[in-house]
């Protein structure tokens, strides 16, 4: 069975992320969505709603399921048994952060690859501090971000 890792902050998670998991359940027999938690980056929230939100979201893909992690990425992907890390690219600027964190994950488990998804292009602009800042400013975030997360943003700025 082909087993792929799905890996961010999902700080929130965005229609980008979710075009991109969508299109690795399309390749995947399963995949596996795993939220770092909240030791890599200072988030807006926690480890547990942004699980929550990535659940309510991912839902409909029937063979994606969530989960948290910590520790290296590779590690996790081992111990889950999968063989791939998904990341999305969208503009030029990601790719070099990405060769170099590819790069590093397979000097450290070698036999884990990273596969590449482009993003769909009306979503190449979306990152989740744009749209947390778009949020924050009561700017309209519906075309972003799934439903149940623009109501999770609102309920944080109020
Ligand atoms: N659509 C929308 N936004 C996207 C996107 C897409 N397809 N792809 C990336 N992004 C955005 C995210 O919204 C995020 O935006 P932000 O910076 O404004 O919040 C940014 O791109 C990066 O996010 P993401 O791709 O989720 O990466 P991340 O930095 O949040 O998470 C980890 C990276 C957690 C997977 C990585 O740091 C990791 O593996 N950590 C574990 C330790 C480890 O193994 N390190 C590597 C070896 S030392």
Not at 3 to 28: E, Q
Not at 63 to 71: H, L
Not at 113 to 137: C, G, H, P, Q
Request: with cysteine.
């Amino acid at each position: 069975m082909s087993k792929a890792v799905y890996a961010g902050t999902f700080d929130p998670i965005t229609n980008g992320h979710l075009d991109i998991a969508i299109r690795a359940s399309k390749l995947f027999d399963q995949i596996i969505v795993a939220v770092a938690d909240d030791n890599y980056k200072q988030t807006l929230f926690t480890t547990e709603e942004r699980c929550q939100m990535v659940t309510d979201v991912i839902g409909d893909i029937p063979n994606a399921m969530v989960d948290t992690f910590s520790g290296l990425l590779v590690d996790y992907c081992q111990r889950q048994g999968a063989t791939s890390v998904i990341r999305g690219l969208r503009v030029v600027l990601d790719f070099e952060k990405e060769l170099q964190m590819a790069l590093m994950n397979r000097s450290l488990h070698d036999e884990i690859d990273t596969v590449f998804l482009m993003s769909e292009a009306k979503y190449l602009f979306i990152s989740s501090s744009l749209v947390k800042n778009a949020a924050a400013l009561d700017g309209r975030i519906e075309d972003l971000v799934p439903p149940a997360v623009a109501q999770a943003l609102k309920r944080k700025y109020k």
